[in-house]
């Protein structure tokens, strides 16, 4: 069974950091996709950066450009989303998901997702 598994959400306040880890097991491919998406209260889910396994290819929403860093662990089949400078427009339910071979962050393209964790910056 193919899982993904969120975890290193948390409450922090403007400014600080945050690391958010994804757990990837289920599965074998040498060509897939993981994208970190969020959802705030209300609003749509949102694509916040994803990333090649096979080449490190990353891509990050604008407003997040210099702030987060999507990184993989492969041998721990781990990717992880360091986030620093946390603004309050940060806040919301991060996930991860799945994708194979499309790469992009529009959420249709995924079809395995994690069951989220919880990021909430304070001002």
């Known amino acids: 069974e193919v899982q993904l598994v969120e975890s290193g959400g948390g409450l922090v306040q403007a400014g600080g950091s945050l690391t958010l880890s994804c757990a990837v097991s289920?599965?074998?491919?040498?060509?897939?996709?993981i994208g970190w998406f969020r959802q705030a209260p209300g609003k749509r889910r949102e694509g916040v950066s994803c990333?090649?396994?096979?080449?490190?290819?990353?891509w990050y929403k604008d407003s997040v450009k210099g702030r987060f860093t999507i990184f993989s662990d492969k041998p721990k089949n781990m990717v992880h989303l360091r986030m620093a400078n946390l603004k309050p427009e940060d806040t919301g339910v991060y996930y991860c998901?799945?994708?194979?071979?499309?790469?992009?962050?529009?959420?249709?393209?995924?079809?395995?997702w994690g069951q989220g964790t919880q990021v909430t910056v304070s001002s």
């Open positions: 289920g599965f074998t491919a040498d060509n897939y996709v």
């Open positions: 998901a799945r994708s194979l071979g499309a790469f992009g962050p529009a959420p249709g393209m995924y079809d395995v």
């Open positions: 990333i090649k396994s096979y080449d490190g290819t990353a």
